[in-house]
């Protein structure tokens, strides 16, 4: 069964921390996303990776294709990062998502 | 910036009546992916479209949901005698693929919010 698990499900943070939001998923993939939806809002992709590592602006996203296992990391977190981060796995045609994780930025 | 449009983007039917949801995918983009997002739950994959055809609808309930890509126009879902039960958010993505088959980023729409009386 390809299932995709994220954490945590939720995180408050305090401004300018730094974020870890972790996502594994069960068997091999084509390439994995993450996404950001804000409430009420529609879906952003943030980045497909399928090896290594990628990064725009305080967004850094890893991939260890062993571990089955990627990670999101925001730096110097900011209030407007507050949205639902979440992690999607590529199976051929159709994307697996996991549950999402609730990111809140406080001032 | 022609992104991924989908209207209505909100849609009130009452319980029996038939919902029809559009999508309009980049421009260039010839594959189309339509997801629902349930109260509370994640998001799950329904169908995927090539124009005119139906590559994978693994994910649709078996009955009353249909789904289209013509070669003119935009992507449609339907969900026909909607019940309270399909009262989800519903999002619409369209993606490219290289000459070589390779998969490509999927790009998504702003969503259509179905709200069944």
């Known amino acids: 069964k390809n299932e995709v698990e994220q954490s945590p499900q939720n995180l408050t943070a305090q401004e300018g921390e730094f974020i870890t939001i972790n996502c594994s998923y069960s068997v091999g993939i084509s390439a994995l996303h993450w996404l950001q939806q804000h409430p009420g809002g529609g879906i952003v992709s943030l980045f497909m990776?399928?090896?290594g590592k990628k990064k725009h602006g305080r967004l850094i996203a890893t991939i260890n294709i062993q571990e089955k296992h990627s990670s999101l990391h925001i730096t110097a977190s900011h209030p407007r990062d507050s949205a639902v981060y979440i992690c999607a796995a590529s199976y051929g045609n159709k994307l697996v998502f996991g549950a999402g994780t609730i990111l809140r930025v406080k001032s | 910036n022609a992104g991924v449009m989908q209207n209505p983007r909100h849609l009130v039917r009452r319980r029996g009546q038939e919902a029809r949801l559009r999508c309009s995918p980049v421009k260039g983009h010839s594959h189309v992916y339509w997801y629902r997002q349930l109260p509370e739950e994640g998001l799950k994959f329904m169908v995927y479209?090539?124009?005119?055809?139906?590559?994978?609808e693994s994910g649709m309930p078996k009955e009353r949901f249909s789904a289209e890509f013509p070669k003119e126009g935009p992507s449609i879902l339907r969900i026909q005698q909607v019940v309270r039960g399909d009262s989800a958010a519903y999002f619409c993505?369209?993606?490219?693929?290289?000459?070589?088959?390779?998969?490509?980023?999927?790009?998504f729409g702003p969503g259509t919010r179905l709200t069944v009386l």
């Open positions: 479209l090539q124009k005119e055809n139906i590559i994978d």
């Open positions: 993505a369209s993606s490219y693929r290289t000459s070589g088959g390779r998969y490509n980023e999927q790009f």
């Open positions: 990776l399928s090896s």
